[in-house]
């Protein structure tokens, strides 16, 4: 058996009208070729669907003493620390990329929607802002407030002729 961080999974070209996937392309290591792949198998005309956790987020570190951080804050991590010192690291690949690295890996392939949702996949609204201090907000500078705060993305895909 091979690596399984490059494992193929043979299925059909031009096949699907609908693809999702729910906190799994945060995980992807190579984007570009994920992407391409759901072209590949989406028949014209056919849709894309996926949320991507987002690595900036309050909870995008995917440490398990902050799932749901605005409802059951963690006594022990601190708010961001896998931007911060990251003293409670997680064992899982992420691949950090920003939404504006989501939407160029797909739109190489797909005509793309990008946009910020909520724990409950709903447009808008943010995750910890008020965890998000001054003393924070001045450590993690480099960060736009919007990218801190927003939980996941919504991508929605649809292949036709680029």
């Given at each position: 058996m091979g690596d399984p961080k490059s494992a193929e999974y043979e299925l059909p070209p031009n096949e699907y009208d609908l693809i999702v996937s729910n906190a799994v392309i945060e995980h992807v290591i190579d984007v570009t070729s994920f992407a391409k792949k759901v072209g590949q198998m989406l028949v014209q005309g056919g849709f894309f669907y996926g949320i991507i956790h987002n690595f900036y987020s309050f909870s995008g570190g995917h440490n398990m003493e902050w799932p749901y951080a605005d409802e059951f804050p963690s006594s022990r991590v601190p708010p961001w620390d896998h931007l911060r010192k990251n003293l409670y690291p997680t064992f899982v690949y992420l691949n950090r990329l920003r939404p504006e690295e989501y939407y160029a890996a797909f739109a190489k392939h797909l005509k793309v929607l990008?946009?910020?949702?909520?724990?409950?996949?709903?447009?808008?609204?943010?995750?910890?802002?008020?965890?998000?201090?001054?003393?924070?907000?001045?450590?993690?500078?480099a960060y736009p407030k919007e990218l801190l705060l927003t939980r996941s993305?919504?991508?929605?895909?649809?292949?036709?002729?680029l």
């Open positions: 990008l946009e910020g949702r909520n724990i409950s996949h709903d447009p808008g609204g943010f995750e910890g802002e008020r965890f998000l201090t001054r003393e924070i907000s001045e450590e993690l500078s993305w919504c991508i929605i895909c649809q292949k036709v002729q």
